[in-house]
């Protein structure tokens, strides 16, 4: 006679379920330990060409309606509704 668990499942099956588990335990572990490298990687070098990018060229009110705010893309301002002039901080 076969040893039962007290479930009722035999013990050769819950063997072969418990090696199905830590199975696909192992490979997870694997998987994440691959591909941690590049969750980082391309994260932090295209960020900082776009801040690089953005940082280069202000935009102001020649009038300096605003007291000295600037923006990053060229159009109206708000107040008097002049051209924005592109200057250097």
């Known amino acids: ?5 007290w ?3 035999s013990r050769r099956h819950f063997v072969f ?4 588990i830590l199975m696909y335990k ?10 941690l490298p590049f969750a980082f990687s ?5 960020g900082n060409s776009v ?9 102001a009110c020649p009038m300096d309606c605003e007291n ?15 051209d924005l002039v592109e200057g250097e901080d």
């Open 17 to 20: 379920f418990l090696n199905q």
């Open 68 to 82: 000295g705010k600037t923006y990053t893309e060229e159009g109206t301002c708000p107040v008097c509704e002049m």
């Open 51 to 59: 801040n690089t990018e953005l940082s280069e060229s202000t935009h």
């Open 7 to 9: 479930s009722g499942i």
């Open 42 to 46: 391309e994260c932090s070098e295209s």
């Open 26 to 35: 192992k490979i997870l572990v694997v998987l994440a330990i691959a591909l």
């Open 1 to 5: 006679m076969a040893f039962r668990h």
